[in-house]
């Protein structure tokens, strides 16, 4: 039966039974989670969820109850019918990538070894006759965003998905009802039209139903496809970006369930961080290959990440077109977070020019970036991906992968609101990050906000 929070602190002991019950927790997890706990226990674990919350605001003077009200209500993440042997990557990437500081961290290491495990959805166990249907026509994190949010649907309602990632109509006899075209893995190639797919899995698991098995469930005409659009999405429970950039509380922390994945009454922030990890899986070889790159860099201590996107941007919002923002920013968080000691500066940007601007503005601090490795120097534009080779593609997202693992493992992020790179990091950072280590270099333009 679900569990009613309870409205005061408890000991670590019997919070950690609370969430997760004896039975279901190794000697080594229990460690993790006593260790986890322990400090956070002083600071509002478990808020009465009448309370007055006051609205969190990024100020000097935040304290531990504003800064931890996101932290754990979950029940049990233990779900027998999803678990898999993962297949391992190769050895020599894999010894590289699992030493250090980014062996650490929770990005580098397999979801089934976090404190509270992620193991892989089950995409095949559904009895709703709803089956969806989406396609992926945009850029990689704006369709990451839509995808989980679309899996969360699926999962709360016990329905099947399905992403295509091609190019017509599902079925004829519909009339054209139902139609895709993909335009992640849409190639112009000698002036004809070709798809590269499967595309998402060749750097992720897989994200819902597999093609062979949609078509069959599709062909047994029990079904009832229905394509929702981006609108639809967003509006649904688990869709928009309300809970992200709201200060209402009531919305910020609803506590929501999907009873068919263990999670009873968990807030909407920790559930869908969870939910994240567990469908959100980054293909072993190219997890251990960006981890690696990133250790590469001399990130072998806790870090500050800075995320610059600018690219096609320009053609659609106003964007920074200073590196000062940035600069004053991190000053403040070098002092609240870092005990006035400079860390390293992690930079993810699709403009490798940034570089430069950095160095010049703080020529003593130590700036890293994959750009180092692989150059955007005129930034990212969308529409382009159509004349890359499968190499330029490859070379890209492989970029894109390792400067979001950069990101998710930073102790301190600060990044604009016009990405959706920037709401797709939030929800990859740990369940135990805090509001006040993740800040808006240009804040997000919502009426009735502080910021």
């Known amino acids: 039966p679900p569990l009613t929070p309870r409205r005061h602190t408890t000991t670590t002991s ?24 322990a400090v956070a226990a002083a600071s509002l674990l478990f808020a009465s969820l009448n309370k007055d919350y006051r609205p969190f605001l990024r100020t000097p003077d935040a304290n531990d109850e ?31 990538a699992r030493s250090g500081f980014m062996h650490n961290t929770q990005w580098c290491r397999p979801p089934e070894e976090d404190a509270f495990p992620a193991t892989p959805i089950d995409y095949n166990q559904c009895e709703n006759p709803q089956l969806i249907h989406m396609d992926i026509n945009g850029g990689m994190t704006s369709y990451l965003n839509k995808i989980l949010k679309v899996a969360m649907w699926a999962a709360r309602d016990n329905s099947c998905f399905y992403i295509n990632e091609g190019l017509g109509v599902l079925n004829e006899a519909d009339g054209g009802k139902h139609f895709s075209h993909s335009k992640l893995g849409y190639r112009l190639v000698d002036g004809q039209d070709t798809y590269m797919i499967p595309f998402l899995t060749r750097y992720f698991g897989q994200m819902g139903l597999e093609k062979s098995r949609f078509e069959e469930m599709l062909a047994s005409g029990t079904y009832d496809v229905v394509t929702p659009s981006p609108s639809d999405i967003n509006h649904h429970d688990f869709g928009g970006k309300a809970s992200l950039t709201t200060n209402d509380p009531k919305k910020r922390f609803e506590i929501m369930s999907i009873p068919q994945l263990g999670y009873n009454n968990v807030e909407r922030i920790s559930l869908k961080k969870h939910f994240l990890r567990r469908m959100f899986r980054i ?6 290959r960006a981890c690696h ?21 320009v053609t659609e919002t ?8 940035y600069i004053r920013l991190a000053e403040e968080g070098i ?15 699709d403009d490798c020019s940034v570089m430069q601007e950095f160095r010049d503005a703080r020529p003593e ?28 593609t ?55 906000l502080p910021w």
Request: with cysteine; aromatic share 12%; hydrophobic share 40%.
């Open 365 to 392: 601090w130590t700036f890293v970036s994959e750009c180092d490795n692989a150059s955007e120097a005129n930034g990212f534009v969308y529409k382009e991906m159509k004349l890359w080779s499968e190499e330029q």
């Open 293 to 313: 790159r990133l250790a590469s860099q001399g990130l072998d201590d806790e870090y500050m990440a800075l995320s610059v996107r600018r690219g096609d941007k």
């Open 318 to 325: 106003s964007i920074l077109d200073t590196v000062d923002p």
């Open 66 to 96: 504003q800064e931890h009200r996101q932290l754990l209500q979950l029940n049990s993440f233990n779900d027998p019918k999803s678990i898999q042997t993962r297949t391992p990557s190769p050895t020599d990437i894999l010894d590289q």
């Open 283 to 288: 293909n072993a070889d190219v997890r251990d």
């Open 394 to 448: 490859d070379a890209h997202f492989n970029k894109f992968i390792a400067e979001m693992i950069g990101m998710a493992s930073a102790k301190y992020w600060i990044g604009v609101a016009t990405t959706n790179v920037s709401y797709w990091v939030y929800f990859m950072r740990s369940l135990e990050a805090t509001d006040d280590s993740f800040i808006w270099a240009d804040p997000p333009r919502v009426p009735g």
């Open 14 to 37: 019997s919070f950690i039974e609370f969430i997760m019950p004896s039975s279901h927790l190794s000697r080594r997890v229990k460690s993790v989670l006593a260790l986890t706990t």
């Open 335 to 349: 002092n609240s977070h870092f005990n006035g000691k400079v860390p390293t500066m992690f930079v993810a940007t």
